[in-house]
């Protein structure tokens, strides 16, 4: 494929290529992906040149050409030429960006090409994010956050971003016109960080009541958010409409059918405005109104109906899919409606009910269940996307089931007939994992199966500046272990640790719904750890680097939780209490070690988490309501029947400092303690209110660091000599 006969150069473009070469390009004349490199290169973005190309044969694609100090970028869109910059300096200059870490170490000069670099999009679909990531990944986060990860999720080739910041001032404005006063309303809308739960109709109201000034605040932020994706030429993916209204909603508007939605896991959920009515029509219609007044228009729409356990009542499903269409294609006509492949969603009666073309799903079990095998027989044919969740809750893990990708992706994507039409990267919280990251992302660049040795070893030099024996064999145990896990146990994500869960000797997982046992050897993981530290110091200067560092320190720690806990069953079960004393005087030396390694990073930091949330209130009172929401989403969740009952609580358990050496800790030597005193007094143990402590801690505990500490290369150090298994 000769893109370069075929370019057709952007007024911007030659503009900018023009006013580069005198030295006087403003970033108002560059074109969106020159400004975005100006942003993550500025010493090197005047070495390249942007040029738009059509599509081929419908299809995204890229070339890069160039020699020494002038490359040629040639791409379908802004964020298509960052994808080409991006390949280019992975392959050709062992440099790259992620969401951890990035080894930017260039020479002055951009180096040249030998030939051309030219790929195509496999699928038209590039989707990203899971409903829940604003809660689990950064609730509070500003502009300087979003627009470094969007610009990273264009070089990463995505094309389809799921926004849902703003949706909370959209339905406080709608619902105004349906007889509901500002306060009430504030007081429904729940916290930013379990706003993604209402938005699901899950829940609401907790974390709130949120003010004014916090709504006209995050809409701004939306706003710039959306601004940018469009810039960049990728699709805003918004919230849709089907049916979610706050209490009493019948008896305020005539005509008004509603459906209780009865409990999710301790919480009530919202009720359900029966689509089929009139009501139903005029509250979409003023919806997607003011939706598009704040945010614009989108080609699609986010809308999962009766999400995880919705009740229709006696309303036909079919019908209410129907009304829901309608309601969408009266505001937005073509627009394509996307939906979250998950558990029994969608509905076998929506996809007969509606036009499949127009719809699109992302399928959150391609790589979770052996049983999922014919995803055009389950869907009718309807457009789906290849998907991963291989994060739940925010884990702080590292690992994916890499060989269920390559291998299912391609075999999918290129059966007779088959729907498959995207990825979809769905992470319930991102920033983490940048190998399963980077190589999820690749899947749609690639012509082929992908070899996983290959990549992986390529993978070790990109990302720290140059080819090393030391940091490929790292990678390829990595490789091995903790990537190397596949869907056959039923499970997409790496095992939670120990030190993270709600104490007890036969403890399993941190959270309920994570994996009970460990999926890869762990002897065999640590073993990457002196690897890494044999790296040369050289390649060792990289932010990428020493985030790899730090997170197979903290998994070779963690995995001490899992080996350790039933030596200390042994030894209670025994009355040996010297024994005892002895093992749980290990374990707290292992989690003050993981306290340690995990302070040395900003991003592993509950202070900065905190503090974040606290930036956002309105005054003193709202400081501590948002930071409560904000911690209580990592610890309980939400009151004690969500935690207790509901199961949720330390579903978003993670190795944080100020969680290991706080919360968790203070568990743990509370448990201990009472055994302890239990062998000495020759009695039971006394139940212990863990809510209780939970809650106490969440809402009286000390400040802690908002800035790193410490050397990951020293206490990695340390840790490999004390043993990494």
């Known amino acids: 494929m000769d893109i370069g006969r075929r370019t057709v150069i952007t007024a911007l473009g030659a503009t900018a290529a023009l006013a580069a070469a005198h030295g006087t390009a403003s970033a108002a004349q560059r074109p969106a992906a020159s400004r975005a490199l100006a942003r993550l290169l500025p010493r090197h973005c005047d070495q390249v040149t942007f040029r738009t190309v059509p599509a081929r044969d419908g299809a995204d694609a890229f070339r890069v050409s160039g020699t020494t100090g002038r490359i040629v970028v040639e791409g379908t869109t802004p964020a298509v030429q960052l994808t080409g910059v991006h390949h280019y300096l992975r392959s050709t200059?062992?440099?790259?960006?992620?969401?951890?870490?990035?080894?930017?170490?260039?020479?002055?000069?951009?180096?040249?090409?030998?030939k051309p670099l030219v790929k195509s999009a496999n699928v038209a679909h590039r989707f990203v994010f899971n409903d829940t990531n604003d809660g689990y990944t950064g609730p509070y986060s500003g502009w300087d956050y979003w627009e470094h990860e969007l610009d990273v999720l264009a070089l990463h080739g995505f094309n389809e971003v799921l926004v849902y910041g703003g949706a909370d001032t959209v339905y406080h404005r709608t619902f105004q016109e349906f007889g509901y006063g500002d306060a009430e309303l504030r007081a429904w809308i729940p916290g930013p960080a379990h706003q993604p739960w209402w938005l699901l109709q899950n829940m609401s109201g907790f974390g709130g009541p949120v003010s004014r000034q916090l709504l006209d605040r995050r809409v701004r932020l939306a706003q710039r958010i959306v601004e940018r994706v469009r810039e960049l030429g990728m699709t805003p993916v918004l919230p849709g409409y089907f049916g979610t209204v706050p209490p009493g909603f019948a008896d305020r508007n005539p005509g008004a059918r509603v459906v209780p939605q009865g409990d999710w896991s301790g919480f009530g959920r919202p009720d359900w405005l029966d689509p089929r009515t009139e009501v139903f029509g005029r509250v979409a219609e003023t919806f997607y109104r003011i939706q598009s007044g704040l945010l614009g228009d989108s080609d699609m729409y986010k809308a999962d109906l009766l999400h995880e356990g919705g009740n229709p009542g006696d309303?036909?499903?079919?019908?209410?899919?129907?009304?829901?269409?309608?309601?969408?294609?009266t505001a937005h006509p073509g627009a394509v409606w996307?939906?979250?492949?998950?558990?029994?969603?969608?509905?076998?009666?929506?996809?007969?009910?509606?036009?499949?073309?127009?719809?699109f799903i992302v399928d959150g079990l391609s790589d979770r269940f052996p049983t999922v095998t014919d995803r055009e027989k389950d869907w009718g044919g309807t457009p789906y996307a290849f998907g991963s969740i291989w994060n739940f809750g925010g884990h702080t893990t590292m690992g994916a089931n890499t060989p269920d990708w390559t291998a299912l992706y391609e075999q999918w994507r290129t059966k007779q007939n088959s729907a498959l039409s995207g990825i979809a990267l769905m992470p319930e919280g991102s920033d983490n994992n940048p190998a399963a990251f980077a190589l999820f992302s690749d899947l749609p660049w690639s012509a082929g199966p992908v070899s996983l040795t290959a990549w992986f070893d390529q993978w070790s030099a990109e990302r720290y500046g140059a080819p090393d024996r030391h940091a490929a064999a790292a990678w390829d145990i990595l490789r091995r272990t903790a990537y190397g896990t596949t869907r056959q146990d039923s499970?997409?994500?790496?095992?939670?640790?120990?030190?993270?869960?709600?104490?007890?000797?036969?403890?399993?997982?941190?959270?309920?719904?994570?994996?009970?046992?460990?999926?890869?050897?762990?002897?065999?993981?640590?073993?990457?750890?002196?690897?890494?530290?044999?790296?040369?110091?050289?390649?060792?200067r990289s932010s990428a680097y020493r985030y790899d560092l730090l997170d197979v320190t903290r998994q070779t720690l963690s995995h001490h939780s899992r080996t350790l806990l039933p030596r200390i069953r042994a030894a209670y079960d025994?009355?040996?209490?010297?024994?005892?004393?002895?093992?749980?005087?290990?374990?707290?030396?292992?989690?003050?070690?993981?306290?340690?390694?995990?302070?040395?990073?900003?991003?592993?930091?509950?202070?900065?988490?905190?503090s974040d949330a606290r930036s956002w209130g309105a005054d003193s009172s709202e400081k501590d309501r948002l930071a409560h929401d904000a911690v209580s989403l990592l610890t309980?969740?939400?009151?004690?029947?969500?935690?207790?009952?509901?199961?949720?609580?330390d579903y978003a358990n993670r190795e944080w400092a100020g969680l290991v050496g706080g919360l968790y800790t203070l568990r743990w030597k509370t448990y201990f303690r009472e055994l302890d005193t239990a062998l000495a007094e020759n009695r039971a143990p006394r139940d212990i209110d863990w809510y209780a402590i939970e809650d106490g801690w969440i809402r009286d505990h000390p400040p802690y660091r908002t800035e790193p500490a410490g050397d990951i290369v020293r206490i990695a150090r340390r840790v490999a000599a004390a043993g990494g298994h």
């Open 338 to 359: 996307n939906v979250l492949g998950w558990q029994t969603n969608p509905r076998s009666e929506i996809i007969d009910a509606v036009d499949r073309s127009k719809m």
């Open 636 to 649: 309980v969740w939400g009151d004690r029947g969500a935690a207790d009952d509901g199961g949720l609580r």
């Open 315 to 329: 309303v036909p499903v079919g019908e209410a899919a129907k009304a829901v269409e309608k309601a969408l294609r």
């Open 491 to 540: 499970w997409s994500e790496a095992p939670d640790g120990l030190f993270g869960a709600r104490p007890s000797l036969t403890a399993k997982s941190g959270a309920a719904w994570s994996p009970d046992g460990l999926r890869y050897e762990t002897v065999e993981f640590a073993r990457a750890l002196p690897e890494l530290l044999a790296v040369p110091a050289a390649l060792r």
């Open 93 to 114: 200059a062992h440099a790259h960006f992620s969401w951890n870490g990035e080894q930017t170490a260039l020479p002055r000069r951009l180096p040249g090409l030998r």
């Open 574 to 610: 025994g009355g040996d209490r010297a024994a005892f004393g002895r093992l749980t005087a290990e374990w707290f030396a292992w989690m003050g070690l993981l306290e340690e390694t995990v302070a040395t990073d900003r991003r592993f930091l509950l202070g900065r988490w905190v």
